[in-house]
C-alpha cells in the first residue's frame, strides 16, 4: 500500500455533525459534457449522486484555449451518501462540480 492506493488516500469525505466521515474513490460520468446531468458513483453503492448544471462557468488558457481546459458548472445535486452509520440526502443541495483537462 502506497500513495496510490485510492481506497485509503482521496480527498472524498463529508462532515456530519462535528465528525468527518471518509468516503470511498468515486467515478464521475458525464454523458452529455460538462453541461448535461452529472452522475457521481462509488463501486460499492455508498455514494450515489446526480448533478444537474444550471449556470455555466468555464476558464480557457493559452493559445487557441490549447493549454486548460476549465468548466465549473454551479447546480443541484440529488441523491445519498452513506457512511459507516450515517447517511446524508442531499436532494435539493445547490453546490458546484469542476471538470478539468490540461495539455502539456
Known amino acids: 500500500m ?7 488516500f482521496n ?12 468516503l470511498p474513490p468515486v467515478t464521475v460520468e458525464r454523458p452529455q459534457g460538462p453541461w448535461g446531468k452529472w452522475l457521481i458513483r462509488d463501486a460499492a ?10 449556470v ?3 476558464m480557457h488558457v493559452g493559445p487557441r484555449k490549447s493549454l486548460a481546459e476549465y468548466y465549473a458548472p454551479y447546480g ?12 446524508m440526502n442531499i436532494d435539493g443541495m ?6 478539468k483537462r490540461i495539455t502539456l
Open 11 to 22: 480527498e472524498n469525505a463529508i462532515w456530519i455533525g462535528n465528525r468527518l466521515w471518509r
Open 76 to 87: 443541484w445535486y440529488e441523491g445519498a451518501i452513506h457512511a459507516d452509520g450515517a447517511t
Open 2 to 8: 502506497g500513495h496510490t492506493d485510492r481506497a485509503e
Open 45 to 54: 453503492g455508498a455514494v450515489d449522486v446526480a448533478f444537474t448544471p444550471t
Open 56 to 58: 455555466r462557468s468555464t
Open 94 to 99: 445547490f453546490g458546484v462540480g469542476e471538470q
